[in-house]
T-cell receptor, first 112, second 112 residues
Framework: SQQGEEDPQALSIQEGENATMNCSYK?????LQWYRQNSGRGLVHLIL?????REKHSGRLRVTLDTSKKSSSLLITASRAADTASYFC????????????FGKGTKLTVNP | DTGVSQNPRHKITKRGQNVTFRCDPI?????LYWYRQTLGQGPEFLTY????????KSRLLSDRFSAERPKGSFSTLEIQRTEQGDSAMYLC??????????FGQGTRLTVV
């Protein structure tokens, strides 16, 4: 079963605009990760935020985590056409299992 | 190329045939994961290994599915008596511990 739920399912913006994607999850976690997937390809790890962190930055990416609301957001600033892809959040639950549980993803289209 | 390698990239098979996929992880990674992804969905966990030990299996992994990692290096995923519902992208990932997973490009299986 999929724990994470991304919102929105699809997002279309113009180049240069910011894109915000949200993720909600159900159980207590060790960490939450964001991945990117270009059509028909494998997933690329973008950023990991641990349960005791609230915000993290990496280049044009900013991730926030609110464990009280069991939610996270991914902000891509100054988007580019090359950012067009599907973005997934994945959670590693507390309690031993090392598997990642993925959401259904947000399909981002950045129009030139 | 020192990334995760999966072979074959594409496989078309007739219903009822057996298929085997191979995954070569990043050499220093001791953890290896298999996921399955269908169109429009996020990856779903199938199983994972720490070295040669298979530590967790999803209920999705019916008795027609078997995975091995004989020497703690490469892994194989075999599907026996394939069904049309097995058509999906099969993704392999590896990691050196809890945290970011590095994915291969996947094997796309089509059962006709």
């Amino acid at each position: 079963s999929q724990q994470g739920e991304e919102d929105p399912q699809a997002l279309s913006i113009q180049e240069g605009e910011n894109a915000t994607m949200n993720c909600s999850y159900k159980t207590s976690i060790n960490n939450l990760q964001w991945y990117r997937q270009n059509s028909g390809r494998g997933l690329v790890h973008l950023i990991l935020i641990r349960s005791n962190e609230r915000e993290k930055h990496s280049g044009r990416l900013r991730v926030t985590l609110d464990t009280s609301k069991k939610s996270s957001s991914l902000l891509i600033t100054a988007s580019r056409a090359a950012d067009t892809a599907s973005y997934f959040c994945a959670t590693e639950a507390q309690g031993g299992s090392e598997k990642l549980v993925f959401g259904k993803g947000t399909k981002l289209t950045v129009n030139p | 190329d020192t990334g995760v390698s999966q072979n074959p990239r594409h496989k078309i098979t007739k219903r009822g045939q057996n298929v085997t996929f191979r995954c070569d992880p990043i050499s220093e990674h001791n953890r290896l994961y298999w996921y399955r992804q269908t169109l429009g969905q996020g990856p779903e966990f199938l199983t994972y290994f720490q070295n040669e030990a298979q530590l967790e299996k999803s209920r999705l992994l019916s008795d027609r599915f078997s995975a091995e990692r004989p020497k703690g290096s490469f892994s194989t995923l075999e599907i026996q008596r394939t069904e049309q519902g097995d058509s999906a992208m099969y993704l392999c990932a590896s990691s050196s511990g809890r945290g970011a997973a590095f994915f291969g490009q996947g094997t796309r299986l089509t059962v006709v």
